[in-house]
């Protein structure tokens, strides 16, 4: 719809891409307003960049013909069909430069063969990705030279906005976000928001984010910029950035970090079997015997994952617990995962442990009477509820960052703002 560059504006500072944003696209907001409805898209215009005059080349006499690799296809096949036969072919692969990028090819990939009037093959081009080609070029003596093409997208910057009737998912396809989109705003706010449980009717979000484009066609989604979610009245709002030492995360307008220093659950797939209770039961003992921990029931060989970054401090076999592993983390966190079928290869006693990494296997060892992980998480000592306790935000941006991330996070908020508002107002002008 509209041709915009705005890789190249993303040249311009920061300050001045946003406002000229900002300033140049509430009138092209209304032209696109939908007259109805509670979900949008539009396109957050660039400054437009004429580009340069296409170069005119001159084509020798000749004909191309272009074959698309099949499943089952070789390079000798592909060079057949197109009937540039393979002497020509053993030739220019004995040359390593040449063999190497295309000795690997897969279905969809596309070869085009020229050939000048005398049928003589001179030139090959590979398109190996939409991104990325090779042109092998064929002088008289039949020797090749190869040169790469890469190609580079432009970047398109998108704002949406829905109301949530039903699920963030059905939500995010009325305001035609993919997939993948969608999969990015429930990663980022899947830190403070239980998209099962949580979400309520009338639940609302905005975003800005990019779309990388290809000769006027979407090639692949980009990040999202930033993003707001209204959640049972709370507000949430989320900035992604870069700081200079290269860590890109999202962050709290603040400088906080979106994500937490510990996972909620050391499993994807699981049923909450027994919760943390001081006055339960014992299935197996018959007698009140706290359970300081969450048990999740999972198929025998689950993956466990560690929930924070720390230090195995205990990796051994007790009677009671089975496999246990103990990790140590920072401000007197202790994590502990019992009845393990195994452990891991990271599961050594003084091993440094990344949030996330496999630890051990679901099983039934120690005193259980099913397949289950008895999980703990003790503060100081003193044992929590692993699904109510209160987890510490992760690691929050640097200090010596804080000032630029807060002016670049004004910017990319108030821009967002300014959409949000445009959009809330012809939504009351809607419903009169
Ligand atoms: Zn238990």
């Known amino acids: 719809m509209f041709s915009q560059f705005l890789s190249k504006t993303n040249l311009l500072p920061r300050a001045h891409l946003v406002a000229v944003a900002a300033c140049s696209t509430l009138v092209l907001i209304v032209a696109l307003w939908p007259s109805q409805g509670q979900s949008v898209v539009v396109e957050v215009p660039a400054q437009i960049v004429v580009p340069e005059p296409e170069e005119v080349v001159e084509q020798a006499p000749g004909y191309s013909v272009t074959e698309e690799v099949q499943s089952g296809d070789t390079l000798s096949s592909v060079f057949e069909r197109a009937g540039a036969g ?10 390593d430069d040449i063999k190497k990028p295309i000795e690997k090819i897969f279905p969809g990939q596309e070869f085009t063969f020229k050939f000048d009037d005398q049928d003589a093959l001179v030139q090959v081009n590979f398109n190996a990705t939409p991104l990325l080609s090779y042109q092998i070029d064929i002088d008289e003596d039949k020797n090749g030279q190869i040169s790469k093409l890469e190609k580079t997208p432009e970047i398109h910057t998108k704002y949406a906005t829905a109301r949530i009737d039903d699920s963030l998912f059905m939500a995010g396809m009325e305001a035609g976000l993919s997939d993948n989109m969608i ?4 990663t980022i706010f899947g830190w403070d928001i239980d998209f099962v449980l949580d979400i309520r009717e009338g ?4 975003l800005l984010y990019e779309e990388n484009y290809l000769d006027g066609e979407k090639l692949s989604d980009g990040p999202i910029i930033a993003a707001r979610f209204m959640n049972r009245g709370r507000e949430i709002t989320a900035i992604r950035y870069t700081d200079e030492s290269g860590r890109t995360d999202y962050f709290a307008p603040n400088g906080d970090s979106m994500r937490k220093a510990f996972l909620r659950t050391p499993m994807d797939v699981f049923r909450i079997s027994s919760s943390f209770n001081p006055n339960r039961r014992h299935p197996v003992l018959n007698k009140i015997v706290a359970h300081k921990g969450t048990d999740y029931a999972a198929p025998v060989g689950t993956p466990i994952k560690a929930t924070g970054d720390g230090k195995i401090i205990k990796a051994y076999y007790s009677s009671t617990y089975g496999n ?4 140590q983390h920072g401000a007197g966190i202790r994590t502990l995962y019992a009845h393990m079928s195994k452990f891991s290869k990271y599961s050594r006693v003084g091993n440094r442990i990344k949030q996330g990494q496999v630890i051990g296997y679901v099983g ?5 009477t099913g397949a289950h992980l008895h999980y703990e998480f003790q503060v100081h000592g003193v044992h929590k509820n692993p699904q109510t306790v209160d987890l510490p935000n992760a690691q929050p941006l640097a200090t010596e960052y ?8 004004s910017n990319v908020v108030g821009q967002l703002g300014v959409y949000d508002q445009a959009y809330a107002q012809k939504k009351l002008i809607a419903f009169e």
């Open 86 to 95: 393979v002497s020509i072919l053993y030739r220019l692969i004995a040359n």
């Open 183 to 186: 999969m990015q705003l429930a």
């Open 203 to 206: 639940d609302e979000f905005s």
């Open 324 to 327: 246990v592993v103990i990790i």
């Open 364 to 368: 039934a060892t120690g005193r259980v």
């Open 402 to 409: 804080l000032g630029d991330f807060e002016q670049y996070a």
